[in-house]
Nanobody, 121 residues
Framework: QVQLVESGGGLVQTGGSLRLSCSAS????????MGWFRQAPGKERELVAR???????NYLDSVKGRFTISRDTAKNTVYLQMNSLKPEDTAVYYC???????????????WGQGTQVTVSS
């Protein structure tokens, strides 16, 4: 089993910055991807940024140039640096990890508990 602990959300003014962190712990064998989703009230959950073990990085179009995802492989931690924040970035941000346990052929998906990011205008 893999546990995810998030931190770094909060309230910030338009144009401000926040840095989210997500650390994975437990019976970690092979992490395939780590990333962040977000869900605003009344909207579907959407992928914000993801980094895979082969180095591929994907971003939601609306955050390109403002958000940067990075990963510390040794610490099993993923970060999301969010700059030039806008009110439309307000949402609950969820850490997401794709992990294949030892001896298991299936890649399993895990979610963090979510951290609120609020950007005031």
């Amino acid at each position: 089993q893999v546990q995810l602990v998030e931190s770094g959300g909060g309230l910030v003014q338009t144009g401000g910055s926040l840095r989210l962190s997500c650390s994975a712990s437990g019976s970690i064998f092979s992490i395939y991807a780590m990333g962040w989703f977000r869900q605003a009230p009344g909207k579907e959950r959407e992928l914000v940024a993801r980094t895979t073990r082969d180095g591929t990085i994907n971003y939601l179009d609306s955050v390109k140039g403002r958000f940067t995802i990075s990963r510390d492989t040794a610490k099993n931690t993923v970060y999301l640096q969010m700059n030039s924040l806008k009110p439309e970035d307000t949402a609950v941000y969820y850490c997401n990890v794709h992990h294949k346990p030892h001896g298991d052929s299936a890649v399993r998906q895990y979610w963090g508990q979510g951290t609120q990011v609020t950007v005031s205008s």
